[in-house]
């Protein structure tokens, strides 16, 4: 267990809809990060948040947003979602950023119908 | 721009004999490189990581990485694999002091009894 919670774990929902994925970073993290996995685009970086704030920005698409609230866990939003959005969701944290590790929670699977 | 690359999707080994996952990397300046590794509907697992200094990094479960600059390498090792290390495997690199990782396609390992 990396102490990293993903809410919820499965999502099933209809294109055009929009979801929020939630993650509870490592207790002393400062650092969130969001990837997303698929079949065909593998492990991709979308976004960073260090306390609060956003940190750098990787392939995320307009329709996605994310932000880290006070309390340090994070929310990623996906809008006017496509068939093309199914995928694993992941979210890390770290202490900081740079060279330390990064631990991964369980993931959110999305299927869009 | 970053890049990762894992030359081979598989590897496939006995029990008790040594295994290497490849990993080629592309980055400006110097690099932080991690290993991770990724059981079935699991999150990735931190196995370990190079920043600066000996070229053999030790990390997790026996794991062992070869940092090779000339190269641009950084192959992942272990003397005597397990069937339990069957799992995919995925490289990844940082080079800002954000902490975005580039992660490579990964390489599923099987050990075969």
């Known amino acids: 267990d990396s102490g990293v919670t993903q809410t919820p774990k499965h999502l099933i929902t209809a294109t055009g809809q929009r979801v929020t994925l939630r993650c509870s970073p490592r207790s002393g993290d400062l650092s969130v990060y969001w990837y997303q996995q698929s079949l065909d685009q593998g492990l991709q970086f979308l976004i960073q948040?260090?306390?609060?704030?956003?940190?750098a920005k990787g392939n995320i698409l307009e329709r996605f947003s994310a932000q880290q609230f006070p309390d340090l866990h994070s929310e990623l939003n996906l809008s006017s979602l496509e068939l093309g959005d199914s995928a694993l969701y992941f979210c890390a944290s770290s202490v900081e950023g740079g060279a330390d590790e990064q631990y991964f929670g369980p993931g959110t699977r999305l299927t869009v119908t | 721009a970053q890049s990762v690359a894992q030359p081979e999707d598989q590897v496939n080994v006995a029990e008790g004999n040594p295994l290497t996952v490849k990993c080629t990397y592309s980055?400006?300046?110097?690099?932080?490189l991690f290993w991770y590794v990724q059981y079935p509907n699991r999150g990735l697992q931190f196995l370990l990581k190079?920043?600066?200094?000996?070229?053999l990094v030790k990390g997790s479960y026996g794991f062992e990485a070869e940092f090779n600059k000339s190269q641009t390498s950084f192959h992942l090792k272990k003397p005597s694999a397990l069937v339990s290390d069957s799992a995919l495997y995925f490289c990844a690199a940082g080079g800002t002091s954000y902490g975005k990782l580039t992660f490579g396609q990964g390489t599923i390992l099987t050990v075969h009894p």
């Open positions: 980055v400006s300046g110097n690099p932080y």
């Open positions: 190079y920043i600066t200094g000996d070229n």
């Open positions: 948040y260090y306390n609060g704030e956003e940190r």
